[in-house]
């Protein structure tokens, strides 16, 4: 973004990176919900109100730095409660809570395009508007892309490894367990090295996206 200063840039990005960790908790706990377990319901989670998520340091500094300086966009939020006892069918029903967040973000990627569409249709006659809009549909499929796919890198505590432990025999999941303590310090050393490069994945989805919006 090049003609705006850090703090355009930043209300530019704050939307997208709010809505995407944000949501993408909703939908875990509206999954939760639907499979047997109020929990988050119980203790407001299902709240579009990013406040009740927001971990400031997960949601807020740490993806948009990483979103100014052009990395790939990490971030977390405070985790939704989920009770496992609760589930209807506790296997089955936890792999599909895992999933509806990284599909949530990937429906938002999808939502954010057809804002970027606008945004181009009205630069024309309005770029005050349409300019900012389209830079903001384009930094929503991107972060909501990069995401998706990151959270579903099966590596715990991301949401991949509940959705291959629900697939698998228990043992697997057994052995994932074990390895959550450390799942970060292995995830950041992954994406730092290179040894796991997600972005032609990335992509290849986001240009899938505005593809299908821009035709």
Wanted: a positive charge; one cysteine or more.
């Amino acid at each position: 973004m090049p003609d705006f200063n850090v703090i355009q840039q930043l209300i530019i990005l704050a939307p997208p990176l709010l809505l995407a960790i944000t949501l993408h908790e909703v939908a875990h706990g509206w999954a939760a919900l639907r499979c047997g377990d109020a929990t988050a319901k119980a203790q407001g989670r299902l709240s579009l109100n990013p406040l009740r998520h927001i971990d400031p340091i997960g949601t807020v500094l740490v993806p948009a730095l990483m979103a100014l300086l052009g990395g790939f966009i990490f971030g977390w939020a405070k985790p939704v409660p989920v009770n496992y006892g609760r589930l209807r069918q506790p296997k089955r029903d936890m792999a599909l809570v895992a999933l509806a967040g990284p599909m949530s973000n990937l429906l938002m990627a999808l939502g954010w395009a057809l804002v970027a569409l606008v945004g181009q249709t009205l630069h024309g006659g309005l770029p005050w508007l349409g300019k900012p809009l389209l830079l903001m549909g384009i930094a929503g499929i991107s972060v909501n892309v990069m995401l998706g796919v990151l959270n579903l890198v099966p590596i715990p505590p991301l949401d991949g490894s509940r959705v291959l432990a629900g697939m698998l025999p228990n043992r697997a999941g057994q052995v994932m367990a074990q390895i959550e303590p450390y799942g970060l310090i292995i995830l950041v050393a992954l994406l730092m090295s290179g040894v796991l490069n997600l972005m032609p994945l990335v992509n290849a989805i986001q240009q899938f996206i505005i593809t299908l919006v821009f035709f």
